[in-house]
C-alpha cells in the first residue's frame, strides 16, 4: 500500500509541513520505502518531484523542503510497491493533459482484473494498476465530453461514478487535481481537515516539530489537507468513509457525495497566480 | 529567441558541466531571463526541474547543478518569451504522452501564422507557438500512425518533413527524445559535438570551468551534446544548416537528413538502464 496527501488552499501555500511528517513514513515510521513524488500547481502549470528511492533518504525530498514551493493544489504519495517494479515510470504522481488542463492522480490500494481496462489513445508507460486506472478515468471522460467541459459539478460526478466502478476491483483510494479543484476519493483511509481562522498550534505525529499557523497565516487564509493518515496529533481530522469522496476548491470542501454537488458554486473562473500571503501546512 | 541543450549517450551521463555553461545565459553572459527548464529521462520516466525565474539565479538550477542527476538523454532550454507570458505553464521543454512512451519538446524560434494549426485533442495549456507546434506535431504523428509504430526510422522521416512545415512559419530549431532518440532540427543556430576516446580537455565559454573528460569517463563511452551555440571554446562544435536535422542514438548521431537514414540500425531494443559509468559533459 501507500500513503496519499493532498493539499487545496485559497492563497499559495507551503506544504512543508505536511510533507515533513509524510516522508518519514517512506522507510523510517513507516515502509513506504518504493518511492515518493509531489506535484504542485503554480496557475495552470505545475511541478514535479519524484524519487524512486526513500523519501527519508532522498536529496531531491530535503530540496522541496529546503526550498518550500508555494501552491493552492498539491498532491503528494509515497510508495510501497504491489503492482509493477520500482522506477522513476512507476513512480505517482501521474500528469496527463486533458481538455487544455494538466490532471493530476495518485492512487494507494491495490486492483484486480484491471489488465483489460480501455484506456483508447491514453497508454501507460510504466506497469501500475494506478496508472492504467488513471489512463481509463481519462479515456472516460474524454470519451464522455470530447470538447471541454463547462459544467464542471457534471464532470465530478461523472469522476465520481468512474470510481465506484474502480472500487469493485480492490482498493481504490485517490486524489486528483487540474491544479483548481483537488478531489478525494476513499475504499478505506482517507482523512481530511479544513484549517482556518482561528488558527492554532500543531505537532506532527512522525517528528519532532510543531508550529503556530497563527503565526504563519492571515484570517482569511483557508487550507485543507487530505491524507491515509491523520499527521497530526492535536487536530480533528475526519475520516472518509468507504465511498465517500470529497471535492476541494481554493481550500473549501464543497462537495461530499452526490447530493450536495448541486448546490456549489462550480465553473467559477479561475483566479490569478498572486500570493498574498504565503501560509504553512 | 531562447537556446537549447540536448545530450544523447550511451551510459547514463551527468549533464552537469553543459548545464553550469547554459544557465550563465540565462541573465548573466546571456539574455534569456524569462526561465529555463531540463528534463532527464530515467528508463521510460523522466524527470523535469523548471522554473520561470532566470536560470542564473534560480535556486532550482543550483540544486540541479549540486545533485547531478545521470540521464541517456536530456533536454533542457532557457527562454527569453516572444510568445506568451513568463509563467510556468509557459517553461520549456513540454512533455507528453503518445504511443505510451514520453515525448520531449523544446523549441527556440519564433512562428506566425501557427494559430490555427490543428492540434485534435493534444491541446496546449499555456500560450506558446512552440506548445501549440509540439502538440501539432503529436497530432500528425497519432493520426498518421493510430498504432505504436514498430519502424522508427519512418517516424523521424515523417518528423523531419513535419519539421520542414513547421520552418516555413518561421524559425524553428528543436528538439524532440522519447528517451531513447533525440532528434535536433535546425533553421538557423544549432550546433553539436560527440565525444568519445580519446577524450580530452573542454573549458566552458560562459563561466570559468575546465574539465578533464579523460578523467569522467571509461573508453566506450560515447556522448553527443546539441546546443544552439557552442558551449565550449576549444572543442571542434559542427554547425548544422537551414533544414538540417541530426538524430542521435544512445550517444551516436545516427542520420542527417533523409538519405542517411534507410542505412541506420533503428527500431533497436531499449537497453536496461544499468550505469556502468558516469561520465559529465
Known amino acids: ?53 526513500p523519501s527519508c533518504q532522498s536529496k531531491i525530498a530535503q530540496l522541496v523542503q529546503s526550498y518550500p514551493i508555494k501552491s493552492r493544489a498539491v498532491i503528494s504519495h509515497i510508495r510501497q510497491a504491489n503492482r509493477g517494479s520500482v522506477c522513476l515510470e512507476n513512480t505517482h504522481p501521474f500528469t496527463r493533459e486533458l481538455w487544455g488542463r494538466y490532471w493530476t492522480f495518485a492512487h494507494n490500494g491495490q486492483l484486480t482484473g484491471y489488465e483489460t481496462m480501455e484506456t483508447g489513445h491514453h497508454r501507460p508507460v510504466g506497469q501500475t494498476d494506478s496508472e492504467l486506472a488513471f489512463c481509463w478515468l481519462l479515456n472516460q471522460l474524454e470519451h464522455r465530453y470530447p470538447e471541454p467541459p463547462v459544467d464542471m459539478s457534471e464532470v465530478f460526478r461523472f469522476v465520481t461514478a468512474l470510481c465506484d466502478q474502480l472500487r469493485e476491483k480492490g482498493v481504490f483510494n485517490m486524489l486528483l487535481s487540474d491544479g483548481e479543484y483537488v478531489m478525494s476519493y476513499c475504499t478505506n483511509h482517507l482523512y481530511w481537515i479544513t484549517r482556518q481562522a482561528p488558527f492554532g498550534h500543531a505537532n506532527l505525529i512522525d517528528e519532532d516539530v510543531e508550529i503556530n499557523f497563527q503565526e504563519e497565516t492571515t484570517p482569511e487564509d483557508v487550507v485543507s489537507v487530505i491524507a491515509t493518515q ?41 483566479p490569478g497566480n498572486q500570493a498574498p500571503t ?4
Chains 1, 2 share one sequence.
Request: glycine share 14%; with cysteine; net charge positive.
Open 1 to 53: 500500500m501507500c500513503e496519499l496527501l493532498g493539499m487545496s488552499a485559497n492563497v499559495p501555500t507551503d506544504i512543508c509541513f505536511s510533507f515533513t511528517g509524510l516522508i518519514q513514513r517512506g522507510g523510517r515510521t513507516g515502509p513506504h520505502r518504493d518511492g515518493w513524488g509531489i506535484a504542485f500547481y503554480e496557475g495552470k502549470g505545475f511541478r514535479t518531484f519524484k524519487d524512486p528511492a
Open 230 to 270: 491523520p499527521l497530526t496529533g492535536n487536530e480533528n481530522w475526519q475520516r472518509m468513509k468507504p465511498g465517500e469522496y470529497g471535492l476541494f476548491h481554493f481550500g473549501k470542501r464543497i462537495a461530499t457525495n452526490q447530493a450536495e454537488l448541486s448546490d456549489v458554486p462550480f465553473a467559477a473562473p479561475r
Open 278 to 281: 504565503e501560509p504553512l501546512v
